[in-house]
């Protein structure tokens, strides 16, 4: 922490919290794609007392992902939530443009785990996890009953449908100008079926494992509301079983921790509405859809020099995982990998260029991490996921290309370099090209799978065959 953030933050705790002493520590948790979270620990006359402090990286604009609310807006809905019994932080304060901290807000410091891979294996949590998915539904259930009107955030709030979700997916993943077929037939297949009616209501946007906070008890905190919106609000059961979010777990479809039957009873126990396993598809394979395209803005945001960040290209590389999840939901069948075999040394030259990035990746995730604070071992862990991912595309790139290549020839009829190609098979299938083509689906099927064997071959798709 510098000296400035440290002087302005004191300045403000002294402020604004009675009885106030002195700053002790400023911890920077995370820093994500636009926001920050930090845990400050300070005194005042009983003590030491900690909070959460919340707030847009200087560098950023409005939310980290696409359609996120301003913050000030996430606070208003932190506190909507506590009046209709959601579990959550309490808000203290809401930073203001005098404050000299940009935006964001302090709020209750609340202890429990948030990590979703902890969540998943921890022998704490061994004895509530059973009873997640129900729970989740309950709250879920409350959620979308909160009256956004009465509290004027109704105006505030984007309002979008079904429809205009998957179209303005599809536009944000257009402006970013590159061939990716599975995308496009996704977005084809899910505007072939589009939900028939759909309620209206507050949906959370990003309730997930992960933006959950458990203890022994139970969830203790709904976090991170910066894609509320009024919508349908099926969503939020959808994106709560998106395989990205079952953290390695495919076997329990909810958040890697639960049945869809539990799910769906807590949330007929509290809202009384009944939902069918069936009516979860569409929004399943549209999280997966959204969080493919995400993943690729988040890349181009880092390309563009917008927000710098050693994190967001290696997040750029998760596409492939929601493709395959897309792919697994739609098109399931077999595929053929890279062998995990395979020489590094594909050549004479001592060291090949693999083998100097697998050399550097490993000095990096073992050696390096052990000796550096939590937050820049994280970074050093992303920083060997990155080399590692240029290693693997040194070392099966060429031959996954050439492969692509003549399969794209055969499926199209026509020759060209492999960009070309993929840009042919975008426009066909934006020209209506049946999505029941012979060789498309088998087409689609390897090249996403043989992409993600570089991006990340341990992720859980790539376990169905």
């Not at 996430?74 to 404050?99: K, M, N, T």
């Not at 563009?304 to 995982?321: C, D, M, N, Q």
């Not at 199209?412 to 934006?430: F, I, K, P």
Request: charged fraction near 20%; hydrophobic fraction near 40%.
């Amino acid at each position: 922490m510098n000296e400035a953030f440290h002087n302005t933050l004191t300045a403000l705790l002294a402020r604004e919290i009675s009885d106030f002493k002195t700053l002790e520590r400023c911890e920077q948790l995370s820093a994500g794609a636009s926001q920050e979270t930090y845990r400050i620990t300070y005194s005042d006359g009983r003590g030491e007392q900690r909070l959460a402090l919340r707030r847009a990286q200087p560098t950023a604009t409005t939310g980290s992902s696409v359609g996120a609310i301003d913050l000030a807006t996430e606070a208003r809905l932190f506190q909507l939530a506590a009046s209709g019994g959601i579990p959550g932080p309490h808000i203290h304060y809401v930073l203001r443009a005098d404050d000299g901290l940009g935006s964001g807000f302090l709020m209750q410091w609340l202890d429990g785990e948030t990590l979703g891979q902890r969540i998943n294996r921890s022998e704490e949590l061994a004895a509530i996890r059973p009873h997640l998915a129900r729970q989740c539904g309950e709250i879920l259930g409350q959620l979308h009953a909160l009256d956004v009107t009465a509290e004027g955030l109704s105006s505030t709030l984007p309002q979008v449908d079904p429809a205009e979700l998957v179209n303005e997916t599809w536009a944000y993943y257009r402006e970013l100008d590159v061939p990716v077929p599975m995308i496009d037939y996704t977005w084809r297949w899910l505007c072939d079926n589009l939900p028939q009616a759909s309620r209206h209501c507050l949906v959370h946007g990003d309730f997930r494992n992960g933006n959950l906070m458990v203890t022994p008890d139970g969830i203790n905190a709904v976090l991170d509301w910066e894609l509320a919106h009024i919508g349908d609000p099926l969503r939020d059961l959808g994106w709560l079983c998106v395989n990205s979010w079952r953290f390695g777990n495919r076997e329990l479809p909810v958040g890697g921790f639960g049945e869809i039957d539990d799910l769906l009873a807590g949330y007929q126990a509290t809202s009384g509405v009944t939902v069918k396993h069936e009516e979860l598809l569409f929004w399943q394979v549209f999280g997966s859809f959204w969080w493919a395209m995400a993943t690729l803005q988040m890349a181009n945001a880092w390309r563009t020099g917008e927000t710098p960040s050693l994190e967001r290209p290696v997040i750029g590389r998760r596409s492939s995982e929601a493709q395959m999840d897309c792919v697994n939901l739609l098109i399931p069948g077999a595929f053929t990998l890279p062998s995990p075999d395979s020489p590094l040394s594909q050549g004479t030259q001592l060291p090949m260029p693999a083998e100097l990035l697998s050399g550097a990746r490993d000095f990096l995730k073992q050696d390096v991490a052990a000796t550096l604070d939590p937050m820049n071992a994280f970074l050093a862990r992303v920083a060997a996921n990155s080399i590692g991912i240029a290693q693997r595309e040194l070392q099966h790139g060429e031959k996954l290309a050439r492969a692509e290549s003549e399969r794209l020839r055969s499926l199209l009829g026509t020759e060209g370099e492999l960009d070309a190609l993929r840009w042919q098979l975008v426009h066909q299938l934006r020209a209506e090209l049946p999505l029941d083509t012979p060789g498309l689906a088998e087409h689609l099927r390897q090249t996403v799978a043989g992409q993600l064997a570089i991006d990340q071959p341990r992720y859980s798709a790539l376990q169905v065959t």
